[in-house]
C-alpha cells in the first residue's frame, strides 16, 4: 500500500516562508520522483515542480522560479518543499504525489497553507 | 507555459457518454505522448485515471478511455454512472520538461 503522508496545516504572515513535509512508504521513495502540485480554494490544480529520485535535481514551474525549493531526504523517506516570501495568493491545498515525470499517480492528502495578516 | 485549455463543464444522463477534450500546443499536448486524466471529487485528492494517453492504471474501469488528435486530447466516459460526477483535469509534459495541467472541467451527471 503506497502511502503518502503529509504535514499539517499552517498559517503563516505575508512575507514569510512555509516548509511542508510529505513522508513516503520505503517502497515507494527510491524509485519515484516526486511532484508538488497546489489548488487554490475554488481553483484548478497548478504544477510546482518535481524533484528526481537521487535528489539531485528539481525542476520548478516557471512563476515560482527563486521562491520554492524541493528537497529530499533518503534515510527518512521524505520530500520537503519550502515557499518563501508567502503572499495571500499562495493560500492553497499543496499536494505532493509520487510518479514519473510525465503523470502522477498516488498523491499526498494534501497541506492547507493559508496566508493571512 | 500557459494552461491547457478544457471545457467548464459538460453533463450527461446515466448510461450516457461524454468526451472531454484538452487543447494545448505543439510544444505540449501535441508534441509528446504524454497526457493523462485525473478525476477529483470534492474535499479530495485527485486520482489518476489515464497516463500516456490511452492507458488506465490498475483498477480503473474500462469506462474511461482517452484518445489524441494533433494538438488536443480527449477523455471519454462512457456509461455514465452518479459516482462520475467529479471535476476531471488533463495535464502534458511539455517540451520545457514540466508539466502543465489544464483549467479542469466539472462533469454533471443529469
Known amino acids: 500500500q503506497v502511502q503518502l503522508v503529509q504535514s499539517g496545516a499552517e498559517v503563516k504572515k505575508p512575507g514569510a516562508s512555509v516548509k511542508i513535509s510529505c513522508r513516503a512508504s520505503?517502497?515507494?521513495?527510491?524509485?519515484?520522483?516526486m511532484h508538488w502540485v497546489r489548488q487554490a480554494p475554488g481553483h484548478g490544480l497548478e504544477w510546482m515542480g518535481i524533484?528526481?529520485?537521487?535528489?539531485?535535481?528539481?525542476i520548478y514551474a516557471q512563476r515560482l522560479q527563486g521562491r520554492v525549493t524541493m528537497t529530499r531526504d533518503t534515510s527518512t523517506s521524505t520530500v520537503f518543499m519550502e515557499l518563501s516570501s508567502l503572499r495571500s495568493e499562495d493560500t492553497a491545498v499543496y499536494y505532493c504525489?509520487?510518479?514519473?515525470?510525465?503523470?502522477?499517480?498516488?498523491w499526498g492528502q494534501g497541506t492547507l497553507v493559508t496566508v493571512s495578516s | 507555459q500557459s494552461a491547457l485549455t478544457q471545457p467548464a463543464s459538460v453533463s450527461g444522463s446515466p448510461g450516457q457518454s461524454v468526451t472531454i477534450s484538452c487543447t494545448g500546443t505543439?510544444?505540449?499536448?501535441?508534441?509528446?505522448?504524454?497526457v493523462s486524466w485525473y478525476q477529483q471529487h470534492p474535499g479530495k485528492a485527485p486520482k489518476l485515471m489515464i497516463y500516456d494517453v490511452t492507458n488506465r492504471p490498475s483498477g480503473i474501469s474500462n469506462r474511461f478511455s482517452g484518445s489524441k488528435s494533433g494538438n488536443t486530447a480527449s477523455l471519454t466516459i462512457s456509461g455514465l454512472q452518479a459516482e462520475d460526477e467529479a471535476d476531471y483535469y488533463c495535464?502534458?509534459?511539455?517540451?520545457?520538461?514540466?508539466?502543465?495541467f489544464g483549467g479542469g472541467t466539472k462533469l454533471t451527471v443529469l
Open positions: 504525489a509520487r510518479g514519473v515525470r510525465n503523470w502522477v499517480d498516488y
Open positions: 520505503a517502497s515507494t521513495f527510491s524509485t519515484y520522483y
Open positions: 505543439s510544444s505540449d499536448v501535441g508534441g509528446y505522448n504524454y
Open positions: 524533484i528526481d529520485p537521487s535528489g539531485d535535481t528539481a
Open positions: 495535464s502534458s509534459y511539455t517540451s520545457s520538461n514540466i508539466l502543465v
